[in-house]
C-alpha cells in the first residue's frame, strides 16, 4: 500500500468512482470511462494503478470500489472543488453556471493551507452553490434523503437541495424558473402522458418536461 499523493489523472478517477456510489458499491468500468469520457481501456490500466495503490478494492471483470483510503483521498478532492466553486461564486462573481468547469481545473493545484485558508474565510461553509454538501476536514459528508422533483405526487410539496452542475445551460434555465437550492416547490399536476409538469416554485408558476427537470433534487416536506 502506497502513502503517495494521488495524480491528477488519479484523483480524478477517485472522484468520479464517489460520484458513481463507489463508497457503497462495486462500479463498472463502463460507468467510469462514461462519467470520464475516456476509452473502457485506459479505465482497466487506471484501476490496476489505483488498486496497487491501496485506494480502490478492483475486480477484474466486474468493478472498483473505494477503500477507506480511497475514500478519504476523493473527499479531499471533493472539498476542495466545492469550497472552490463557492469562492469563485460568492467571492468573485461567477455565476453559478460557470463555476463547476472552473473549479475542474483548479481542484488539482490548491494547497492544503489554501484550502484551509478559502475554508476559513467561508466561515467553513456547509453546501456548494448548487446544494451538495462539502465534506468537513476529516472526511465527513452529510447523507440526505433525497428524490428526483419528478417524484413529487400532486399536492406533495418539497424543498428543492441539490442539482446537477456540470450542465450550463441547464443551469441558467433552472435560476430562470427559480429551481436552485433552497426553493419551496409544489407539484400542481402531472401530465405525464404529454410529459409536463406543473410546480409551484415559490410564487412562480413552471411548466416543464421531465427532461428539464432531470438532476433537480428535492427533500419532501408536510
Known sequence: MSGRIPSKAEEDYLKALHHLGGAE???????????????????????????????ISYEVGRGARLTPQG?????????????????????????WSEVDAEAERLE???SPRLEQAIAQYLCEPEEDPHGHPIPTPEGEIEQRALWPIVALQEGEQGII????????????????????????????????????????????????GSEGL?????????
Not at 462500479?27 to 490496476?48: D, F, H, Y
Not at 483521498?73 to 476542495?80: G, H, I, S
Not at 438532476?215 to 416536506?221: I, T
Open 161 to 208: 437541495r441539490e442539482v446537477r452542475d456540470d450542465d450550463p445551460q441547464r443551469l441558467r434555465q433552472w435560476e430562470k424558473h427559480g429551481l436552485k437550492p433552497g426553493a419551496r416547490v409544489r407539484m400542481l399536476a402531472r401530465h405525464t402522458l404529454d410529459d409536463v409538469y406543473e410546480l409551484q416554485v415559490n410564487e412562480q408558476l413552471v411548466r416543464v
Open 71 to 95: 475514500l478519504r483521498e476523493a473527499r479531499r478532492v471533493v472539498r476542495r472543488h466545492r469550497l472552490v466553486e463557492l469562492f469563485l461564486h460568492r467571492v468573485l462573481g461567477l455565476d
Open 25 to 55: 458499491r462495486l462500479v463498472s468500468p463502463n460507468e467510469i470511462a462514461q462519467r470520464l469520457q475516456v476509452r473502457s481501456p485506459s479505465v482497466t490500466g487506471m484501476l490496476r494503478q489505483l488498486a496497487e495503490a491501496g485506494w
Open 108 to 110: 488539482h493545484v490548491i
Open 214 to 222: 432531470a438532476g433537480v433534487w428535492a427533500e419532501k416536506v408536510e
